[in-house]
């Protein structure tokens, strides 16, 4: 690789711009679906294709953005996918297991995720995934829950009656951080993705329980997924009394209290990419529910947003989608929402509840 960058990505040496070389990528994807598809060289073929997109996300987020999806596309459409589930459902060596698991995390932008879903594999896997024993392998197999819980509503219900839910919420008793980004990022997933009969799936499993120690994580990104997640089983009418005996919506304002949106996420790693346009209106609706908590933790969320939108100078979050967060400021994106969010973060005072804390545009 010259001057430590893949062949497929090529830089100009006037200008010192790097561009993707999409033929070559291609056929490096290729060769990793070939790989896989011929049994003997499936596991070289899994981790060559785990090393190419390790690469991947390591670039700048537009460069990392691009390739990322043709090579996730490119893997779909070359068959290498439906040949990765069935080695990593057949796998039984340890290490073999370890190699499918990485390579399948790695990959599971939205369209991979809906064709496994779709796949006479699906349950084989969601199993293959809860069963995981040994860090390295759980570490993976959350991360491709987590994934999966952002499918659909149909699938976070098929995936709890295969005991995937059950498996992440087991693992909150991890000590592994990276387990447990896993486990507050799946749980907002099947609150946010799952509707009203995953929640009450999840509080029947007692995942409100395991919220609250979550909340408490020295991890900001556990400690924000697992607040999040509070939030939507708040915004639930039917459970909120129950979710505020809990006592970790008393959270939130803390939390927003002691964080700015755009300094967070730079300070975290798992929004350095920000989220897809799907994920944010699936957050629209906190902004109107009648969780004070819940709308405070969107709108910081939105905010956020913003920030990592305006620097990556990608004003619509998705071509071709009406979510438009051309904002010019953190102040004027939330203006949009009716909410200022500097006032409540500002705010120590002790009157949570005051209306004050929102302003109408």
Same mark, same amino acid.
């Given at each position: 690789?010259?001057?430590?960058?893949?062949?497929?990505?090529?830089?100009?040496?006037?200008?010192?711009?790097?561009?993707? /070389?999409? +033929?070559?990528?291609?056929?490096?994807? %290729?060769?990793?679906?070939?790989?896989?598809?011929?049994?003997?060289? =499936?596991?070289?073929?899994?981790?060559?294709?785990?090393?190419?997109?390790? !690469? *991947?996300?390591? #670039?700048?987020?537009?460069?990392?953005?691009?390739?990322?999806?043709?090579?996730?596309?490119?893997?779909?459409?070359?068959? =290498?996918?439906?040949?990765?589930?069935?080695?990593?459902?057949?796998? *039984?060596?340890?290490?073999?297991?370890?190699?499918?698991?990485?390579?399948?995390?790695?990959?599971? *932008?939205?369209?991979?995720?809906?064709?496994?879903?779709?796949?006479?594999?699906?349950?084989?896997? &969601?199993?293959?995934?809860?069963?995981?024993?040994?860090?390295?392998?759980?570490?993976?197999?959350?991360?491709?829950?987590? /994934?999966?819980?952002? +499918?659909?509503?149909?699938?976070?219900?098929?995936?709890?009656?295969?005991?995937?839910?059950?498996?992440?919420? /087991?693992?909150?008793?991890?000590?592994?951080?990276?387990?447990?980004?896993?486990?507050?990022?799946?749980?907002?997933?099947?609150? @946010?993705?799952?509707?009203?009969?995953?929640?009450?799936?999840?509080?029947?499993?007692?995942?409100? %329980?395991?919220?609250?120690?979550?909340?408490?994580?020295?991890?900001? $990104?556990?400690?924000?997924?697992?607040? #999040?997640?509070? !939030?939507?089983? $708040?915004?639930?009418?039917?459970?909120?009394?129950?979710?505020?005996?809990?006592?970790?919506?008393?959270?939130?304002?803390?939390?927003?209290?002691?964080?700015?949106?755009?300094?967070?996420?730079?300070?975290?790693?798992?929004? &350095?990419?920000?989220?897809?346009?799907?994920?944010?209106? @699936?957050? #629209?609706?906190?902004?109107?529910?009648?969780?004070? +908590?819940?709308?405070?933790?969107?709108?910081?969320?939105?905010?956020?947003?913003? =920030?990592?939108?305006?620097?990556?100078?990608?004003?619509? &979050?998705? +071509?071709?989608?009406?979510?438009?967060?051309?904002?010019?400021?953190?102040?004027?994106?939330?203006? !949009?929402?009716?909410?200022?969010?500097?006032?409540?973060?500002?705010?120590?005072?002790?009157? %949570?509840?005051?209306?004050?804390?929102?302003?109408?545009?």
């Amino acid at each position: 690789m010259e001057d430590g960058l893949p062949p497929w990505i090529e830089k100009d040496t006037r200008s010192g711009t790097r561009a993707l /070389n999409d +033929e070559c990528l291609a056929s490096a994807v %290729h060769d990793c679906a070939q790989k896989l598809a011929s049994g003997e060289a =499936g596991l070289q073929g899994a981790n060559q294709l785990y090393q190419l997109i390790m !690469c *991947v996300w390591s #670039l700048e987020t537009q460069l990392a953005c691009k390739a990322a999806d043709l090579a996730c596309d490119l893997i779909r459409d070359n068959g =290498g996918l439906a040949s990765l589930l069935q080695l990593y459902c057949a796998a *039984v060596d340890r290490d073999a297991k370890l190699s499918l698991c990485r390579a399948l995390e790695q990959i599971m *932008v939205g369209k991979n995720r809906t064709f496994i879903a779709r796949s006479e594999l699906f349950e084989k896997v &969601v199993a293959a995934a809860s069963s995981a024993d040994g860090l390295e392998l759980i570490r993976c197999g959350t991360g491709i829950l987590e /994934n999966l819980f952002k +499918e659909s509503e149909d699938t976070c219900l098929r995936l709890v009656a295969y005991g995937g839910l059950a498996a992440i919420i /087991n693992a909150c008793r991890s000590t592994c951080t990276v387990v447990l980004q896993h486990c507050a990022a799946a749980l907002v997933n099947c609150a @946010m993705y799952g509707g009203p009969k995953c929640h009450h799936h999840m509080m029947r499993l007692n995942a409100d %329980h395991w919220l609250f120690p979550l909340a408490f994580s020295t991890d900001s $990104a556990v400690q924000y997924y697992a607040i #999040l997640a509070m !939030c939507f089983l $708040a915004a639930n009418r039917d459970l909120s009394s129950l979710v505020a005996r809990s006592g970790t919506l008393d959270l939130v304002l803390p939390f927003l209290q002691t964080h700015d949106p755009e300094e967070f996420a730079s300070t975290c790693p798992n929004h &350095v990419h920000g989220r897809s346009a799907t994920w944010l209106c @699936m957050l #629209l609706p906190l902004l109107t529910c009648d969780s004070e +908590e819940a709308q405070s933790m969107a709108a910081f969320h939105f905010a956020m947003e913003a =920030g990592i939108k305006k620097k990556q100078q990608r004003l619509q &979050v998705s +071509e071709g989608s009406s979510f438009d967060v051309s904002l010019g400021t953190r102040q004027a994106f939330t203006c !949009c929402f009716c909410i200022d969010i500097s006032r409540y973060q500002s705010n120590t005072s002790s009157n %949570h509840g005051s209306e004050e804390w929102f302003v109408s545009d």
